[in-house]
């Protein structure tokens, strides 16, 4: 895919602020070529101030008098549209949309038309397009604000070029490798061995203490970092109450692990 081949083409811009909006959207998403039909008011200060720094974009910006002068030498042109017009056309949401221009962009001139603020794009204007785009949004209130209209679909062009080069979770970088099964149980057993050595878990009435400490740290899943650390307290915590000196207090009311009515069953053995 090629991003330079895409060009953002607004017809007949109302406010020149939307125009600042949209070019900052663009560069945002690393698109540069944008093409303004007839616009109302441009160039204009409220455009410079919401672009921000996407001046180069408002400077490069190509003005045509015609949708036609701004889309001639196209291969394939996306209108957007907030509404379902009276012919039905092939429509896209913006993602498989994106799928498709992404894969013609490679070797064909690309133009996505976006229409007036208070009108949107005319029935001419969108039959002179080969597929029709809608962002899904509710029914009852389907006109998004023009720039965050271009922002959706550049953004779905974004991670379609970016792809692969993703995290694909969350955790792929990480700055420690994630304990092993081996590492958990020593860290079970040594945990266990501290509670009752601190008089926390009786022995003879351990109640489903382990399990629920287990599926704790099984949501947490540990890293080889972080289990040494834990171990490191265990190992000190052991040191101000040897196991051999402590009994149990059985004075204490067991609500330290509370006897909520949950059967003890609702925990994985
Ligand atoms: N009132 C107009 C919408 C204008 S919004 C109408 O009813 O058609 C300005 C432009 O933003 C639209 O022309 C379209 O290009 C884009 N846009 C806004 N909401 C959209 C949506 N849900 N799907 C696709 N494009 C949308």
């Known amino acids: 895919m090629n991003l330079d081949n895409i060009r953002i083409v607004l017809v007949n811009t109302s406010h020149p602020g939307n125009i600042g909006g949209v070019a900052r959207a663009m560069k945002n998403m690393g698109l540069s070529r944008l093409t303004l039909v007839a616009p109302r008011q441009f160039p204009d200060e409220q455009a410079d101030w919401r672009a921000a720094g996407a001046l180069d974009l408002l400077q490069q910006a190509t003005v045509c008098a015609t949708l036609d002068e701004a889309i001639a030498d196209c291969q394939y042109v996306v209108g957007t549209s907030a509404r379902e017009r009276r012919i039905p056309w092939p429509l896209l949401d913006p993602r498989r949309c994106a799928e498709e221009m992404a894969r013609r962009s490679g070797r064909e001139q690309v133009a996505v038309l976006f229409g007036r603020e208070d009108r949107g794009l005319t029935n001419d204007e969108l039959q002179r397009c ?31 070029q970016l792809g692969d080069t993703l995290p694909a979770a969350a955790e792929d970088e990480w700055d420690a490798p994630f304990s092993t099964a081996a ?21 003879a009435a351990p109640r489903q203490l382990m399990a629920r400490l287990r599926r704790l740290y099984g949501r947490v899943r540990l890293d080889e970092m972080e ?17 051999s000196d402590r009994v149990p207090d059985n004075r204490v009311p067991d609500n330290r692990v509370p006897d909520d009515g949950v059967p003890d069953d609702g925990v994985p053995d």
Do not use: W
Request: hydrophobic share 45%.
């Open 227 to 243: 289990l040494n650390i834990l171990r490191g307290i265990l190992t000190e915590t052991q040191k101000f109450a040897p196991a």
């Open 183 to 203: 590492g958990m149980e020593r860290f079970y057993q040594h945990l266990e061995e501290t509670l009752v050595g601190i008089g926390f878990l009786d022995p």
């Open 130 to 160: 080969n597929l029709h785009l809608h962002i899904p949004s509710d029914p009852h209130y389907s006109s998004l604000n023009l720039a965050m209209a271009v922002q959706i679909v550049c953004y779905e062009l974004r991670m379609l």
